[in-house]
């Protein structure tokens, strides 16, 4: 079992930054894919940006050039900057560990116009 627990969420005016946290715990290696992804309401979930071993961030064209996704031992950040209203949802940590996916309670992200 992995557990994740997500922290950083916040109310944010546009233009601002923030930095969103996931401390993995259980049975999880470096070795294993982690990232973040969200949920605007009415919406589907959506990757944001993943991270494996070799430490490169791969990210969806919407966070390109403003978000930054890093990894140490067990934990996983997000830094965003140059925030948008539409960046504005639940963001969801996730590891994939065996052949499973693992997700985070979520934290919300809202980005006030």
């Known amino acids: 079992q992995v557990q994740l627990v997500e922290s950083g969420g916040g109310v944010v005016q546009a233009g601002g930054s923030l930095r969103l946290s996931c401390a993995a715990s259980?049975?999880?290696?470096?070795?294993?894919?982690m990232g973040w992804y969200r949920q605007a309401p009415g919406k589907q979930r959506e990757r944001v940006a993943v991270?494996?071993?070799?430490?490169n961030g791969n990210y969806a064209d919407s966070a390109k050039g403003r978000f930054t996704i890093s990894r140490a031992k067990n934990t996983v950040l997000l830094q965003m900057n140059s925030l948008k209203p539409e960046d504005t949802g639940v963001y969801y940590c996730?590891?994939?560990?065996?052949?499973?996916?693992?997700w985070g309670q979520g934290t919300q992200v809202t980005v006030s116009s």
């Open positions: 996730y590891a994939y560990v065996l052949r499973s996916a693992f």
């Open positions: 259980g049975s999880i290696f470096s070795s294993n894919l």
């Open positions: 991270i494996g071993s070799g430490g």
